[in-house]
């Protein structure tokens, strides 16, 4: 298998926690650095994953060795070290959302798209076990013709008001972050060709940035809607559930399932309540195998432009019909 040289453009949790532990067990990767304008936070993790640490994000991209980068920046950075890693001829996957605006996020797209690299936002749910499992359900005509979806993410407040998810100048707020998520789910269930009918914004008086929100999302060619809910100031939803004819499907952390998370999922149909276990997966890793197809093979890079671009779109819908 080819060993894909990579490096990691800032040391957020999620590089911690997830990222850097699937790279350094996958035989397909090589890490050649982990860069950090922090100095006790790029030598915190070399020293944490053996690796070597790099304390401007330039001195990585110079490294004349390096063939991809994993970038979980602040998203108002994302559009500005993106381009340059694109420019430097090095595949991307970034952290979502994959820009603060509309334009940027196609400026980045066309530009992956021309030099032929992969660009990807990190939704790693996409490759989980769990949401194949639902979509074989779904085929399969186990709850006949789907009708709805509902899809929630949120959390409560954060405890450290300096979090960047609060700065307006950081691209803060519930949107681009706990939002971005079943906007994503949405498109896998009703497809490409849908619209943003209508959407709410919330930003409350002491705040810089949006703390919760929802939107009905429905297919410009069809019958079919979602209703999405998402937010910083909300008890806990991580969920999703499907509507159909003849039954209905209902599941827990569809987003954010950890490596060791065995998914439940609850089926309901006129024939009784079905409950199933699934075994734990590690949608980390299979992002992870999916960017290294897309280097090795550049089949399929092309699918990564489309998700982005829909994406782009609807979330600048989103904010125009909550605007209103």
């Keep these: ?51 070597r640490p790099f304390y401007s994000y330039e001195d990585l991209l110079e490294v004349e060795s390096l063939e991809a980068v994993y970038i979980p920046l602040p998203n108002s950075l994302h559009y500005e070290w993106v381009k340059n890693s694109l420019n430097k001829g090095l595949h991307v996957l970034v952290e979502k959302s994959m820009a603060c605006n ?6 980045l797209n066309e530009l992956a798209k021309q030099k032929g690299l992969a660009l990807i936002e990190n939704f790693q749910f996409r490759f989980h076990l769990q949401l194949k499992h639902i979509e074989s359900l779904i085929d399969s005509g186990m709850i006949g013709e789907l009708r709805n979806v509902r899809a929630s993410f949120g959390f409560p407040p954060f405890s450290d008001s300096d979090n960047i998810r609060y700065k307006r100048e950081l691209g803060g707020g519930a ?42 999302i429905k297919q410009n060619n069809g019958n079919l809607a979602s209703q999405i809910a998402f937010g910083f100031d909300h008890f806990y939803q991580n969920s999703i559930e499907l509507w ?32 199933t276990t699934l075994p734990a997966d590690n949608h980390f890793k299979k992002i992870l195998s999916h960017l290294h197809a897309l280097i090795v093979t550049k089949e399929n890079i092309a699918d990564e432009y489309i998700e982005n671009a829909n994406q782009a779109r609807l979330i600048k819908e989103l904010k125009e019909k909550a605007n209103g």
């Design 102 to 107: 509309y334009n940027e996020a196609i400026e």
């Design 175 to 216: 949107l681009l972050d706990a939002g971005a998520y079943p906007l994503k789910i949405s498109q896998i269930f009703l497809g490409a060709d849908i619209s943003v009918e209508s959407a709410s914004l919330e930003i409350p008086s002491d705040e810089e940035v949006n703390i919760w929100g929802s939107a009905y």
């Design 1 to 51: 298998m080819k060993k894909i040289n990579i490096g990691i453009l800032g040391c957020a949790n999620i590089a911690q926690k997830f990222i850097i532990p699937a790279l350094k067990e996958m035989r397909g990767y090589n890490i050649l650095g982990v860069a950090s304008r922090a100095k006790k936070k790029a030598d915190k993790f070399a020293k944490e994953f053996d690796i």
């Design 244 to 275: 159909g004819s003849k039954g209905r499907i209902f599941t827990n952390r569809i987003f954010t399932a950890a490596p060791g998370f065995e998914p439940v999922i609850e089926i309901e149909t006129n024939n009784g309540r079905e409950v």
